[in-house]
């Protein structure tokens, strides 16, 4: 199944985050997400959603300074009580917006020696995160990141995700894939999502190398949307791309799939 989210953080960023959610909508998108939304007010979102007939699908747990070169939430050890704070936040978000999906980002360490208990900690952390997210009824996912753009990210690869969710084996738990990341560390996305796309909770894209709009980097966007659309996968794919270029004029690939030429 292909339905596209248009991710807020990345796309339309000509104008404040308050007036993407209009311009999602003009460009045809029926849903959106965003990375992290707090900088709006619960109400404030709320009523993009409803004046312009979006549904929000994803939002992140706040993840501190991890976008800024620092280590996260999510497995930091000395972090636990934030990470929970943040999850609070998430809830409180979650409850009035009702995304269908909740990402925990697991972040990186950047003292080697402490990587096994920075996983120990991720875990606990993601078994709490899925645990409050179920009593409200959405789906928790987590994703790997790679490490040329994040150095030290806990991780990184598709086996890694495949031993977490078999290891913790909670019903309120799923995978998010990104393309972008998997392509950077030299994975084959089409035989993964082939594979397991049941385990698949979300989708995210960009062209790889150079995380610009499809057609811009190898990626082969023909193969991968043609097996989401083929296989069992019924999540949302989330177009998180940075435009080379304005917005709308990096759409070319959706225009085909949303005009029914795909």
Known sequence: MLRFTANLSLLFTEVPLLERFQAAAEAGFEAVEIQFPYELSIDQIQQQLQRHRLKLVLFNVDADTLLQGGEGLAAVPDKRDRFRQAVEQTLAYAEVLRPEVINVLPGRCLDGERLDE?????????????????????????????????????????????????????????????????????????????????????????????????????????????IIAAYCYQGWTGAEYRPIGKTAESLGWFSAYRDGAL
């Not at 086996?159 to 290891?167: F, G, N, S």
Request: hydrophobic share 40%.
């Open 118 to 226: 920075y996983m120990a900690t991720f875990k606990d952390n993601l078994r709490y995160a899925a645990d409050a997210f179920a009593a409200i009824g959405i789906k928790t996912v987590f994703e790997a990141v790679n490490t040329v753009d994040m150095p030290g990210f806990v991780i990184h690869n598709g086996r890694q995700m495949l031993d977490i969710l078999a290891e913790l084996r909670h019903p309120n738990l799923a995978l998010q894939y990104d393309l972008y990341h998997m392509w950077m560390m030299g994975e084959d996305c089409g035989d993964f999502l082939r594979r397991h796309s049941e385990k698949i909770g979300h989708i995210q894209f960009a062209d790889c190398p150079g995380r610009g709009q499809p057609g811009t980097g190898d990626g082969d966007f023909e193969q991968v949307f043609s």
